[in-house]
């Protein structure tokens, strides 16, 4: 069984992941967190580095056999360090979440105070919020977004941070439509003597493509997952200055984790690599006027979007004025073929299972070459398909045209 490829060893998940190849070209991904690892990436992470174990990290490991494994991890490190322009990178985080968890254990004690952005605000899970252990395991103090006009409330930053002195505060997030203003987090974090951490994770690719502002100089610490805008594989990173380099690393490995995923490692130096290119700019660029153009089209079809546009590659909207809750919104999407998710919107009167909003963004849609004409008969569609979630009739049309136009417009990675 051991060399019979999968369609013979195992049809049911061959079935499956035939299926998704096909959900993937011929639906618009929406998700503003997922996107298309490249071939190259996709290569890296189903070979045979997946058979290696390596705790430790280059030239200290508790196994033998790393001649490659090092190689690979110090050219992870190497390429991120250039294209961000930091000190230093571990490449080992699991994920997103991991990488934050890393961040905690280098710094703090369970008790200790932390600080950042609420989920109901746009925060992530990890940043402090009460069913995260981020919440159960430091005494976490969570800022929010104005009720006017859901920006960041750098008074209530500013006021929190002077009161309670958190060890690390976080800024970035996942469902913020706007620039992250770095440099005032850090004037912030420096008068109250806080680490500040930046969680770079849905911009990333943005960041490294320049396209949004880098947090490096003003984050003492930055983490990311390597898979959203950056079109890495699944996995997480750590980006520091030296100062933090030892108590990064340690709280990684042996601290959090075991074994680091080798072929994930390959896959984020591929990642770093291919961010480097000019193309990547373009790309990262195109991300966001993708995201202008389709937030203007929203708008001009009377959606009420959170911030009132888009300046990265997300956009969050408020459906209560088309009074269609996001759930009923995002699965009629889903049937015409427009992919995006449910999401709770700041001050939200409606469950977080059953919110107000929906959350989407272009990062997976630009990968595919796709530009201002396409926002604009996206946007449109999406209009008819909210105003109008039971017409099954026109649901079927529009979920045809989107496939003819996913035709004209491969997905990078799926072989179909
Ligand atoms: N919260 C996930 C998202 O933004 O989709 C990432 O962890």
Redesign the pocket.
């Known amino acids: 069984m051991a060399d019979l490829p999968l369609t013979e060893v195992d049809p049911e998940i061959a079935e499956c992941i035939r299926d998704e190849e096909k959900r993937q070209h011929e639906k618009l991904r929406l998700?503003?967190?997922e996107n298309y690892a490249t071939r190259a990436v996709m290569e890296a992470c189903g070979s045979v580095l997946n058979n290696k174990y390596s705790e430790g990290y280059a030239g200290k490991r508790y196994y033998e056999g790393q001649q490659n494994i090092d190689k690979v991890e110090q050219l992870a490190i190497e390429r991120l360090k250039k294209l961000y322009g930091v000190d230093h990178a571990n490449v080992q985080p699991y994920s997103?979440?991991p990488a934050n968890l890393g961040v905690y254990f280098a710094f703090c004690k369970p008790g200790d105070t932390i600080m950042g952005m609420g989920l109901p605000s746009g925060g992530?899970?990890t940043h402090g919020w009460k069913v995260s252990i981020s919440g159960k395991y430091f005494n976490a103090i969570q800022y929010g977004v104005r009720r006017e006009d859901h920006r960041i409330d750098f008074d209530e930053v500013a006021k929190l941070a002077r009161e309670h002195k958190p060890k690390l505060l976080f800024c970035g997030a996942?469902?913020y439509p706007r620039v992250v203003d770095f440099p005032k987090f850090a004037e912030i974090a420096r008068e109250v003597g806080s680490i500040l951490v930046a969680d770079i994770?849905?911009i990333s690719g943005l960041v490294a493509g320049g396209s949004h502002p880098s947090p490096v100089g003003h984050a003492e610490v930055i983490s990311s997952?390597t898979h959203k805008t950056l079109r890495g594989p699944r996995g997480g990173m750590i980006l520091c200055n030296d100062e933090h380099k030892k108590a990064i690393d340690r709280a990684v490995f042996p601290g959090l984790q075991g074994g680091p995923h080798n072929g994930t490692t390959a896959g984020i130096a591929i990642a770093a690599k291919l961010a480097m290119a000019d193309d990547f700019k373009a790309y990262a660029h195109a991300i966001v006027d993708n995201s202008r153009t389709l937030a203007d089209t929203l708008v001009s079809r009377g959606f009420d979007l959170v911030t009132g546009g888009s300046d990265n590659h997300l956009i969050l909207i408020d459906l209560t004025n088309k009074d269609v809750p996001g759930k009923v919104a995002a699965q009629a999407l889903d049937r015409a073929g427009m992919v995006a998710?449910y999401n709770s919107v700041p001050f939200d009167t409606r469950k977080p299972f059953d919110p107000s909003g929906i959350r989407l963004g272009t990062p997976a849609i630009t990968s595919r070459g796709m530009g201002a004409d396409e926002m604009k008969r996206l946007g449109n569609w999406m209009a008819d398909v909210v105003e109008d979630t039971e017409n099954e009739g026109l649901i079927t049309r529009i979920a045809g045209e989107i496939k003819d136009l996913c035709d004209q417009f491969p997905a990078p990675g799926v072989r179909l």
Do not use: Q, R
């Open positions: 998700i503003p967190s997103g979440s992530h899970l996942t469902a994770a849905h997952t998710n």
